[in-house]
Nanobody
Framework: QVQVVESGGGLVQAGGSLRLSCAAF????????MGWFRQVPGKQRDVVAT???????NYADSVKGRFTISRDNAKGTVYLQMNSLKPEDTAVYYCNADAKSQSWDPVYNYWGQGTQVTVSS
C-alpha cells in the first residue's frame, strides 16, 4: 500500500523560512513526478512546485525565487525549502507523487494528508 507522508509545517513570521519534507513508501517499484500543492479554505488546490525523476523543476510564479523543490530518488523523498515567506503563503501544503507498485502497473497518483503552514505578519 503506497503511502505519502508530509512533515515540517508550522507557524513562522513573515520573512522567515520553513522546510517541508515528504516521503513516499510502501511497495513502490518506481516514483515518477513529485510535487507540492497548497490549498486555502474555499479555494481550489493549486500547484506550488513539481520535480521530475530526472530533476527538472517547475514553479508557480508566486513562489519563484523564494521556494526550492528537491528530491532524493534513493529515499523516495521530496523537499520544499520555503524562504522569504509571506502571509499569502499560508495554506495547507500537500505532497503529490506519481508511482508504480509493480513494473507492469500503470502510474497512479497519490496524495499526502497535508501539513499546515501559517505565516504571520
Amino acid at each position: 500500500q503506497v503511502q505519502v507522508v508530509e512533515s515540517g509545517g508550522g507557524l513562522v513570521q513573515a520573512g522567515g523560512s520553513l522546510r517541508l519534507s515528504c516521503a513516499a513508501f510502501g511497495g513502490i517499484f518506481s516514483i515518477h513526478d513529485m510535487g507540492w500543492f497548497r490549498q486555502v479554505p474555499g479555494k481550489q488546490r493549486d500547484v506550488v512546485a513539481t520535480i521530475t525523476s530526472g530533476g527538472s523543476t517547475n514553479y508557480a510564479d508566486s513562489v519563484k525565487g523564494r521556494f526550492t523543490i528537491s528530491r532524493d530518488n534513493a529515499k523516495g523523498t521530496v523537499y520544499l525549502q520555503m524562504n522569504s515567506l509571506k502571509p499569502e503563503d499560508t495554506a495547507v501544503y500537500y505532497c503529490n507523487a506519481d508511482a508504480k507498485s509493480q513494473s507492469w502497473d500503470p502510474v497512479y497518483n497519490y496524495w499526502g494528508q497535508g501539513t499546515q503552514v501559517t505565516v504571520s505578519s
